[in-house]
């Protein structure tokens, strides 16, 4: 399975970036499609999840500025709001939870 994700650069705050992750099967296949962050010097973590079912849950950090969606069976988005500097990380999505598959990561810089 290969996930690709794209989307990321240089945004400055407040900005609504939206990364795409375009998976190589359907994306319907696995329990669920995640959107996970690293930022520098810190441990990667979850910040967005749908399920096959269509339910969605995020990181209280994101919630209300963040949206985790679908467009089809192969690609998953993440629609991201009132961007803030504590944004700024490498963004990867993953297939299944917990994630059995990982894309190669897109960098989100926030400039403030």
């Known amino acids: 399975v290969q996930l690709q994700a794209s989307g990321g650069g240089l945004v400055q705050a407040g900005g609504s970036p939206r990364l795409s992750c375009a998976a190589s099967?359907?994306?319907?296949?696995?329990?669920?499609m995640n959107w996970h962050r690293q930022a520098p010097g810190k441990q990667r973590e979850l910040v967005a999840t749908?399920?096959?079912?269509?339910?969605t849950n995020y990181v209280d950090s994101v919630k209300g500025r963040f949206t985790i969606s679908r467009d089809n069976a192969k690609t998953v988005n993440l629609q991201m709001n009132s961007l803030k500097p504590e944004d700024t990380a490498v963004y990867y999505c993953?297939?299944?939870?917990?994630?059995?598959?990982w894309g190669q990561g897109t960098l989100v810089t926030v400039s403030s």
């Open positions: 749908i399920t096959s079912g269509g339910r």
């Open positions: 099967r359907n994306i319907f296949d696995f329990n669920a």
């Open positions: 993953a297939a299944n939870n917990p994630p059995s598959y």
